[in-house]
């Protein structure tokens, strides 16, 4: 039977799941959230090898590429895996390609989760366009002024919009936003209103061993610190980490590629998002290939 390398078709979900289960270890709940929330018929590219479907990767539409005052349409691709038994063929890479070019026009944006697998996406056309600056910390119980409240998606979302008005960044849909919210929720976190300082920010907030971690902390001046703290204590947790926009003297610090056929004015410092998963990312894109 021949190979084939093509985009998902209504009917094929079960098969999908199970695909996924199998690759992530994931539970039935969690891969039901992906498919109820962001997943259509035909985003998934899948590679069929013995007559079944051994391969997937999703492009989905992220949301929009904000840059020098143009919107650009914008999709990522999440969840690229190969069924164990059929790894190190070559499968993830042919429908990680053929995900890029889903959903028509605009860019791509990867965010691989292993600093070795940079050259990989380089090597497909892709290139280093995202930064982030990571710290892990721990609450030594200082006086913190300020708060942390939990608001709804649609309040985050235009508070975002706001902090980053003139840089480079992704203005994620909604929908994007909701499953990043649920992927929070699941873990004890959510999606965070801060006042630091007398200064407005927000963050994106999971638990994971105990410890909170920021997969997205925007504060537009002041100390990141102070409100990735107050949004730890708002959780419960001691240990913390954030995952912040690079600001003025930071080191360069690649997160994430895209690709495109026009020039990005960015230098490595425009600001992807929380990535749909944490950092290091718990292997949802494309280190099981």
């Not at 078709?9 to 996924?20: I, Q, S, V, Y």
């Not at 997937?56 to 038994?85: I, Q």
Request: hydrophobic share 40%.
């Amino acid at each position: 039977m021949n190979d084939v390398l093509r985009f998902s078709r209504p009917g094929e979900e079960p098969e999908l799941k199970a695909l996924w289960r199998e690759v992530f270890q994931d539970s039935l709940g969690d891969a039901d959230l992906f498919f109820e929330t962001l997943y259509t018929p035909g985003s998934a590219a899948v590679y069929i090898h013995g007559g079944a479907i051994v391969s997937a990767a999703y492009g989905l539409r992220l949301g929009e590429y904000v840059s020098g005052g143009h919107w650009t349409p914008c999709r990522t691709v999440y969840a690229c895996g190969t069924a164990p038994a059929h790894r190190g063929r070559g499968f993830g890479g042919q429908v990680l390609e053929l995900a890029a070019r889903s959903d028509g026009p605009g860019v791509c944006a990867v965010r691989p989760p292993e600093p070795d697998l940079f050259p990989f996406c380089e090597r497909l056309g892709f290139k280093p366009v995202f930064g982030a600056s990571v710290q892990n910390c721990t609450d030594v119980g200082l006086p913190l002024n300020g708060s942390a409240a939990l608001v709804t998606v649609r309040g985050y979302a235009a508070l975002r919009e706001e902090l980053l008005h003139g840089q480079n960044h992704i203005d994620l849909d909604l929908k994007v936003l909701d499953y990043q919210e649920a992927l929070c929720r699941r873990s004890g976190g959510g999606l965070f209103y801060l006042v630091s300082d007398k200064v407005r920010g927000c963050a994106a907030a999971e638990i994971v061993d105990g410890a909170a971690r920021l997969l997205e902390l925007i504060v537009p001046t002041g100390s990141q610190y102070n409100a990735a703290a107050l949004t730890a204590r708002a959780l419960g947790c001691q240990q913390f980490s954030y995952r912040a926009p690079l600001r003025a003297g930071d080191a360069p610090a690649p997160f994430a590629l895209m690709s495109s056929q026009t020039p990005l004015d960015a230098g490595g410092t425009a600001w992807f998002g929380p990535a749909l998963c944490g950092d290091p990312a718990p292997s949802h894109f494309m280190n099981k290939i």
